[in-house]
């Protein structure tokens, strides 16, 4: 279900927006305005939605327009034009009591540098959005407590933010945004200001509470790793212009331009594919009661050295085998299950790119991918693994 | 040649004083009231603070001192103030302290409120802070000229030629700190939805508690500064004491007048200035 629907945003930061929005609208490029009218283009004309329950990232180099536009979607920037629906509401419609509104209920917000209010304690941090809501003071201590615990920083309630680190700041941030229940949660760059040790951590953190919680997360990032890490779907902004919108795979198999495609130069491939990206499907199998002759004929017919012999019933994997294998139980008038070889490897359609390789080593057959139910799906030939790769 | 031609004449001061007689004569109402309220204020002050027992007060800034600095600095202090109650200055003192209490009061419930709208309205900031400005380039008495015009003589055009002169550095500094709020944390604190007067109260001002802090603190120097100034009105205490010894050039009686209030300043400074230093929050 669609949750956030933006419709052709933009935002100008100068004296007279209005002005170079009518630049911007005869088509105008960002660099043009900038030297004529002096405005600074933060996005033109942005237009996408995010649906419910997913993490949607938004990646770009610096200046790209990346915060200008997260800081549009719970109105701490406003606007120049275009439209920002949430639940089909238009909140620019909002009058200053709706605004209100929505952000104590529906969205919060987790900050680049933490944004943590010193003169308080851990928990009256996390505290402080239910403290808006004028909620009373147990019942938020006991939530704000829960969160804390939830985020991993139990003991350190009454303590000042100051003496916490930089990885258990942003927990904290975490913590106040989770604490006020809103559907919505908008991060800018959350995890650029930890080592990347701690942002690892951070990753998985927020990877378990999301598999939880499922809010609906829009996630800025300029790292390429963490993009595909954690986004369902990823945007790529250049200039304030939206250049590319999709999964990481389709990302990663179809860069719209250049930019993108130097983009993703750089990102790991192998921890953002998983086995059923790069398999061959339905590729080539061999029921155990086939004759080993016709056998043969089917595995020479096709461009593969090793065929996978299955239960034509449940369709599970029962052993591998090649040509010779194959010849020998022709010239012996053997069973092709007494010829197969079982000491073959398997892997879930979901494992990552990472864990194939790994398992791929220690085999000289290809690896066997199966789905949930135990059931071949499709094969992984060496040669495949290593173009993923680059 | 030299002589500035006469025909260009300016009387600005004709002006003032038909504009200060328009106001006293036309609004008299209004600054009776006024008087009414500092004086009633000011007398209540004073009868608090001659009702407490000396040594109670010696306590009590012993025991702030101590708190606040450490014990040798709360011994510093009680040592000063045995001092200036041998010297016999102990009345004066108090009285002194009841005006300037008074006038920092009154200086904080204008000037903080103040300074609050000037960090929110450039507008209004644009017109303060000039204003701001030119008071605190004037000297001192010359803040007696409308006092004595509005008031007369006595304690009240005292207190309010001391406040005005104290005003300027706690709006200065209060607006001064209000900005200066990190923006993202105010930016943090809007995303939650919070009505404008939440927003000041639970992040601007506690945020901006140690600088205004430091605007009190120099608002009450400012007002010891005022002491002997407002005596030449009529303002009684310590200041009046350095007023007749300089009339009768008795050096004995300034020196101890003198002395007096100079470690009373030193008191005020030191925990005011530590009280400030309580509302700091490191990052
Ligand atoms: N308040 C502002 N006033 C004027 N220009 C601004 C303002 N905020 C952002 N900009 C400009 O808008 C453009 C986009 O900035 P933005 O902060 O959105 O980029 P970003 O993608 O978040 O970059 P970064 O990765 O450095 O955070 C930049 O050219 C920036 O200078
Ligand atoms: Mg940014």
């Not at chain 1, 949750?3 to 100008?12: A, F, H, M, S, Y």
């Not at chain 1, 089917?298 to 294998?325: C, K, P, Q, W």
């Not at chain 2, 005005?164 to 209000?178: E, F, G, M, S, W």
Request: glycine share 6%; proline share 3%.
């Amino acid at each position: 279900m669609e949750k956030i629907r933006v419709e052709n945003l933009t935002k100008i930061f100068g004296k007279h927006p209005q002005k170079a929005l009518e630049e911007l609208e005869k088509g105008k490029k960002r660099d043009e305005i900038l030297k004529e009218t002096h405005h600074t283009v933060g996005i033109g004309n942005v237009s996408f939605s995010v649906h419910e329950g997913e993490t949607f990232v938004i990646m770009g180099l610096s200046g790209s327009g990346k915060s200008t536009l997260i800081r549009c979607l719970n109105l701490l920037n406003k606007p120049t034009a275009g439209k920002i629906f949430v639940d089909d509401e238009n909140i620019l419609d909002y009058d200053k009591k709706a605004l209100r509104q929505f952000r104590q209920t529906k969205i919060a917000m987790v900050f680049q540098h933490f944004g943590l209010f010193s003169h308080r304690s851990v928990l009256e941090n996390v505290e402080f959005g239910l403290e808006i809501k004028k909620m009373d003071k147990e019942e938020r201590v006991t939530k704000s407590l829960e969160m804390l615990k939830a985020v991993g920083l139990e003991g350190w309630e009454y303590h000042k933010v100051s003496a916490l680190s930089g990885g258990m700041k942003q927990r904290v941030g975490l913590a106040r945004a989770l604490a006020n229940e809103p559907e919505i949660i908008l991060m800018d760059e959350p995890f650029s200001a930890l080592d990347p040790l701690i942002r690892r951590d951070m990753h998985t953190e927020l990877l378990d509470l999301q598999a939880k919680l499922k809010k609906t997360i829009i996630f800025i990032t300029h790292d390429v790793n963490e993009a595909f890490k954690l986004g369902d779907r990823i945007a790529v902004l250049k200039d304030g212009e939206m250049v590319q919108i999709g999964t990481p795979e389709e990302i990663l198999d179809n860069p719209a331009d250049e930019y993108i495609t130097n983009f993703i130069e750089d990102i790991d491939r192998s921890r953002v594919l998983r086995a059923e990206n790069i398999m061959r499907k339905r590729s080539l199998k061999i029921g155990k009661n086939t004759a080993a002759k016709i056998a043969l004929e089917i595995l020479n017919d096709s461009d593969y050295e090793h065929g996978f012999i299955t239960d034509r019933h449940d369709n599970r994997i029962l052993g591998v085998v090649d040509a010779d294998d194959l010849l020998l139980a022709i010239k012996g008038k053997l069973p092709i299950a007494e010829v197969m070889h079982t000491d073959f490897v398997s892997v879930s359609e979901d494992a990552y790119v990472k864990e194939v390789l790994e398992i791929a080593a220690a085999t000289k057959y290809p690896v066997a991918v199966v789905n949930g139910e135990g059931e071949y799906v499709g094969r992984i030939q060496r040669a495949a693994l290593l173009k993923a790769l680059v | 040649m030299n002589e500035f031609p006469e025909i260009f004449e300016l009387n600005a001061g004709d002006y003032v004083e038909t504009f200060v007689k328009w106001l006293t004569t036309d609004h008299m109402a209004v600054f009776d009231s006024i008087r009414d309220g500092i004086l009633a204020f000011l007398l209540r002050m004073q009868s608090i603070i001659s009702f407490i027992p000396w040594f109670v007060i010696i306590g009590i800034v012993f025991i702030a001192g101590w708190r606040l600095k450490g014990v040798r600095s709360g011994l510093f202090y009680t040592l000063m103030l045995l001092t200036i109650g041998l010297l016999g200055y102990w009345n004066d003192t108090l009285l002194t302290i009841s005006i300037v209490l008074t006038a920092v009061i009154i200086s904080l419930v204008i000037g903080i409120p103040f300074g609050i709208l000037s960090a929110n309205y450039k507008r209004m900031d644009n017109i303060v802070r000039p204003v701001l400005d030119a008071m605190q380039t004037m000297p001192s008495f010359v803040y007696l000229i409308p006092a004595i015009m509005l008031f007369g003589l006595g304690m009240v055009p005292a207190v309010f030629a001391t406040t005005i002169y104290a005003l300027p550095p706690v709006i200065r500094l209060t607006t001064l700190a209000i900005n200066s709020v990190s923006k993202e944390m105010i930016e943090a604190a809007e995303s939650f939805g919070p009505t404008p007067w939440q927003a000041l109260l639970k992040v601007e001002l506690p945020q901006a508690m140690p600088t205004i802090m430091a605007g009190v603190n120099q608002t009450t120097m400012m007002a010891m500064a005022m002491v002997v100034v407002s005596s030449m009105i009529g303002a009684k205490g310590l200041g009046y004491s350095v007023l007749i010894a300089i009339n009768r050039t008795d050096i004995a009686m300034g020196f101890d007048a003198g002395i007096s209030i100079v470690f009373l300043a030193i008191i005020i400074d030191r925990l005011t200035q530590s009280i400030g230093d309580k509302f700091r929050h490191d990052e």
